[in-house]
Each structure stands twice: as structure tokens, then as C-alpha cells.
């Protein structure tokens, strides 16, 4: 490949990779804001968990464990979407972290292999330790677990806002990239689908 099409390529990369990183700071802050302005709206405690990452899913549940509770469903939202969070997430860095660590060794072996020879290498290796498969097991697991539980939680989150159009925004926050910040930032100032009573408070 000539200098000048490397070039382009890294552009074309660094492109692609800034465009997704706004989309991602975008998708994050309204995200961030649409569930601390609805968690605090309805009284429930700590909203600014809503501000950060992974914890975020525990307001999430919580709206939800609320809006359940108004209708006599007892529910822990809260603690299952944290929990499946923090173990697909725990599993997959502890996977990444096996490769990294057995990729480091390879090269420390021998500086000759070539690229083939040394994924070749790093598969076997990797296929030889069957911890590396259950962690991605666990992981794949916990996050199908999780992306059910969320896609409830989302559901039940637009019908306490807006339930004329809780369907059609959870099929757009499950169909369409990026929609799903659009779709929570759309209701953080309707609770039509609340009853008419005093919310009571919300104890995690």
C-alpha cells in the first residue's frame, strides 16, 4: 500500500472514530439527564447515580421498582440490572485481560513469528485454557440477561411517561443506533402514565 493511501486510511479511520465518540458523549449525556431528571422528579433517592457509568442502570431500575410498586408489583429491577451489568462486564475484562496477557507472553517468546504464525499461536494457546471460554460464557450470558431486563425496564420507563408511545419508542430504541438517548430524552417531562396520586418515596 503506498504512503499517500496509508494516509487516507488513517484519515478516513480517525474519522469514523471521532463520529463515534460524539455519537457515544451525545447518547451518554442525554442518557445521564433524561433518567436524573425523571428520578428526581419522583422523588426517588440519589438520582445523580444516573451521571455514572454502570451505576446508571441502578436509577434505571429503581424508576421502574417505583412505577411497579404504585401498582402493587414487587419488583428489584434495580439490583438485576446492576447485578448482570457488573458480571458481563467483569467477565469480559477478565477475558481481554487473559488475551492481552497471553499475547504479551508469545511476544516475549520469540520477536520471529510472523503476524499469521503468531495469531495461530495465540488461538491455541487461548484454546488449551478453557477459562477464556467460560469467562465468555458468563459474559454472553449475563449480558443476553441484561439486555432483556433493560429492554423491561425501558418499556416500563416510557409507559410511566408516555404509554400511548411507549411501544413505538421502545421498537426505535431497540431497532435504530443511537435512538435510545433520543427516545428517554423525549419523556424525562411527562409522567402521564402515573395515577394522579402522590408519589410515595422511594427506599433502594
Given at each position: 500500500?503506498?504512503?499517500?493511501?496509508?494516509?487516507?486510511?488513517?484519515g478516513?479511520?480517525?474519522?469514523?472514530?471521532?463520529?463515534?465518540?460524539?455519537?457515544?458523549?451525545?447518547?451518554?449525556v442525554?442518557?445521564?439527564?433524561?433518567?436524573?431528571?425523571?428520578?428526581?422528579?419522583?422523588?426517588?433517592?440519589?438520582?445523580?447515580?444516573?451521571?455514572?457509568?454502570?451505576?446508571?442502570?441502578?436509577?434505571?431500575?429503581?424508576?421502574?421498582?417505583?412505577?411497579?410498586g404504585?401498582?402493587?408489583?414487587?419488583?428489584?429491577?434495580?439490583?438485576?440490572?446492576?447485578?448482570?451489568?457488573m458480571?458481563?462486564?467483569?467477565?469480559?475484562?477478565?477475558?481481554?485481560?487473559?488475551?492481552?496477557?497471553?499475547?504479551?507472553?508469545?511476544v516475549?517468546?520469540?520477536?520471529?513469528?510472523?503476524?499469521?504464525?503468531?495469531?495461530?499461536?495465540?488461538?491455541?494457546?487461548?484454546?488449551?485454557?478453557?477459562?477464556?471460554?467460560?469467562?465468555?460464557?458468563?459474559?454472553?450470558?449475563?449480558?443476553?440477561?441484561?439486555?432483556?431486563?433493560?429492554?423491561?425496564?425501558?418499556?416500563?420507563?416510557?409507559?410511566?411517561?408516555?404509554?400511548?408511545?411507549?411501544?413505538k419508542?421502545?421498537?426505535?430504541?431497540?431497532?435504530?443506533?443511537?435512538?435510545?438517548?433520543?427516545?428517554?430524552?423525549?419523556?424525562?417531562?411527562?409522567?402521564?402514565?402515573?395515577?394522579?396520586?402522590?408519589?410515595?418515596?422511594?427506599?433502594?
Amino acid at each position: 500500500m503506498k504512503i499517500n493511501e496509508l494516509g487516507n486510511l488513517f484519515g478516513i479511520i480517525s474519522m469514523i472514530t471521532f463520529v463515534l465518540d460524539a455519537l457515544l458523549i451525545v447518547q451518554y449525556v442525554l442518557r445521564s439527564l433524561s433518567l436524573y431528571t425523571v428520578a428526581k422528579r419522583r422523588g426517588s433517592l440519589n438520582p445523580g447515580y444516573a451521571w455514572v457509568p454502570v451505576i446508571w442502570t441502578w436509577t434505571l431500575g429503581g424508576i421502574c421498582d417505583q412505577y411497579d410498586g404504585r401498582r402493587g408489583i414487587q419488583r428489584k429491577w434495580r439490583t438485576v440490572l446492576l447485578t448482570t451489568t457488573m458480571i458481563a462486564a467483569a467477565g469480559f475484562l477478565l477475558a481481554y485481560g487473559l488475551i492481552l496477557v497471553e499475547a504479551a507472553r508469545l511476544v516475549d517468546v520469540s520477536q520471529n513469528f510472523t503476524y499469521d504464525e503468531a495469531v495461530e499461536a495465540l488461538a491455541e494457546s487461548l484454546s488449551s485454557f478453557g477459562g477464556t471460554y467460560v469467562l465468555l460464557a458468563v459474559m454472553a450470558i449475563a449480558a443476553s440477561a441484561y439486555n432483556v431486563c433493560r429492554s423491561i425496564c425501558l418499556f416500563k420507563l416510557f409507559e410511566s411517561c408516555r404509554p400511548n408511545d411507549a411501544v413505538k419508542l421502545l421498537l426505535l430504541s431497540l431497532m435504530v443506533p443511537f435512538a435510545e438517548p433520543f427516545c428517554l430524552i423525549s419523556c424525562k417531562n411527562y409522567d402521564l402514565g402515573l395515577q394522579k396520586q402522590e408519589l410515595p418515596p422511594y427506599n433502594p
